[in-house]
């Protein structure tokens, strides 16, 4: 087990609850005891507070899997990296979802999005939980005695940063609240602030805790190549969020991870989507994770949905993979995915690229006539809960770690960034490139190959189903519009084109209700 993991669950984490989270006035959580109270008879208080934090990005709940942080959001369906997949993946050209739920074909289909679909709810309200809690905590340590204050709040804001991250990705704009509103009060509701407000609230944070947060902490906390890892992120897309390309700070700080952080590529790719990808090998690649364990942070939302979610006993052997039960049978890789190795079956498993082999292919066709059809498509079996090294034991729930960061990430991002002429050096993207090919068998490339098209299939083959995609496809302007379809996309099986207003997704109407000062964004 992860000795953070366990913490999960925990006297202070049991303490917190928050009932209107699309709300941005209730930003001051339900405790029998203040939070300065708390730290004032017991300082180690803060590690339950924090893993409460960390909690809330993986988990649904205090209680298991069929508790909610979040009041009237459905325990399974809503927590958060469940809905990155469902908003990042799903909606963008490599996986697809075949359940039809209500609101979740709209997001396979990329059709008909509007403010009523609760999966854009439930990712706006697990924001707005996070956020409120991240602030008051701020307060308290303001308020209270606690060693090491100083770095407890920098893990915080990292972790209230990540947060405003997706908002400003997804939304495009929401409201700004920090632990000023915590300590005043708020008594009128918050204005609404602009993706640039945002953004400049991101950055402001990140680069003021860079060199407050430690080079290395304890696995699955966050540690300065984190933050630096989210700043590169966010640079990277500067230009879709603000109008204004920062490529050069993104080599920067992409860069400094690389050069500074210590990390390595594991030798083996399937090591990092395994069942013990928290040690070894797959760890000294993994820069921020969020954690699962099968037994005491059970969740249908981290990479259970992931695991079970793209197994069927239907046509596979659902048991080699670490899980109990038959599979959940929902998600399939399409063409456009495993279409990056090779035009048929036959043609992946001839391929010397270990990523090709990452699909189940029989009794599946290669073509998606129906996306709802279980064997239309190839079931993706990149994520396993099977440990990579030593026995198994299969349980319902998945213990494999999700990584948001990870290292080849940072190579492929500062390969990017020099070719589009950010700077830095083009022997060396090469050579990054090369190393991430390598490490899964594929040929190594040569400097006439590389250019954005072939980086955005190669982040294709090396990222997708880790929640990136979409952001990936807009930034390479991809997305909407019909230049670059994909099966299924405008709910066609060939796809079509879509309009420019599904760059970012509608305000929720909970939202709107919640603040009159929120508007919609255009077209919806």
Known sequence: MKKFSINLIGAALLLFTLNGCTDDLNTEPKIEKTLEQLLAEDPEAINGMLSKLYAAFALSGPDGPGSSDLVGDDAGESPFLRNIINLQDFTADGLKNRWG???LDQLTTTSQWDENNKFFRYLYNRVYYVIPQCNNIIVALDNADVPNSEAYKSEIRFLRAMAYFYMIDCFGKGVLVTEADADAGISQPKPEASRIELFNFVESELLAIEDAT?????YGRTNKSAVRMLLARLYLNAQVYTGEAHYSEALTYAAKVIDEGGY???PDFVSLFSGDNNQGQAQNEIIYALLADPVVSQSYGNTTYLV???LLAETMTVNEYGVTGNGWGGHRATKAWYGLFG????????SPDER???????GHSFEMNDYKIWVDGFPSIKYRNTNFTGSSVATEFSGTDFPVFRLADAYLMYAECVVRGAGGSPTTALQYVNLVRQRSNAAAISSGDLDLDFILDERGRELNFEGIRRTDLIRFGKFTGGAYLWPWKGGVKDGTAIPATYNVFPIPL???QANPNLTQNPGY
């Open 510 to 512: 909970t939202a709107l």
């Open 264 to 266: 390595s590529l594991a």
């Open 356 to 362: 090709a082999q990452l699909f189940w292919t029989t």
């Open 101 to 103: 739920d209500n609101g």
């Open 214 to 218: 430690p080079m290395t902490t304890s």
């Open 308 to 310: 079970q979610g793209s």
């Open 343 to 350: 035009n048929s079956a036959a043609a992946l498993a001839a």
